[in-house]
């Protein structure tokens, strides 16, 4: 039987609570150990105990220690706890997409395990987002190029029609020689 832990825990595992919890940082998009340790159901001191004893299992690409420039710009982003009122004495760890998978195998709950899964498929779905945003820019900059292109024609056309209607017109009433046959009588 789940004790009402995991059922809270399995209630935050929503694509838009952990979309929230995805932040870009050193060009990555990474989730903070306070963040999984939620999502997991375990403390983050739980977590990040594990993290240290299996560190071989986490290389740089899977996850790293916030520096404090990095620590501070977050938290003016978001609600962390202030060092000065007992909150976190050392700066958070960032875990990336594989990261979060390594974890999971590591701290080896089925809450973790369904996590881990809800977590990756968020990761999958903000990089499908950011292609399909990719895609879109390009189809932008095509258009502007092709309506530059459209404004450039606009222009000649004007021009030509500006140049047609400062002609000289030819006045009708001036002798000029008659185009034709010449009847004989």
Not at 51 to 78: A, C, H, W, Y
């Amino acid at each position: 039987m789940e004790t009402e832990q995991h059922i809270i825990d399995r209630s935050l595992i929503s694509a838009d609570r952990i979309e929230e919890a995805i932040y870009m940082i050193r060009g990555r998009r990474v989730i903070l150990d306070y963040d999984l340790a939620r999502l997991y159901g375990v403390s983050t001191t739980r977590l990040n105990e594990q993290v240290k004893r299996n560190r071989k299992r986490f290389p740089n690409d899977f996850m790293f220690r916030l520096t404090d420039g990095e620590f501070v710009r977050l938290m003016s982003q978001i609600a962390i706890s202030n060092l000065r009122r007992g909150g976190r004495r050392k700066l958070p760890f960032a875990f990336t997409e594989h990261g979060v998978v390594m974890l999971a195998s590591v701290l080896n709950s089925s809450v973790a395990v369904d996590a881990s899964i809800h977590v990756v498929r968020a990761f999958v779905q903000l990089r499908t987002m950011v292609a399909t945003h990719s895609e879109l820019l390009r189809k932008l900059k095509e258009i502007d190029e092709k309506i530059g292109e459209h404004d450039t024609v606009m222009w000649l056309l004007f021009e030509a029609i500006k140049q047609l209607m400062e002609s000289p017109s030819i006045d009708r009433d001036e002798e000029r020689p008659r185009i034709g046959f010449i009847a004989r009588t």
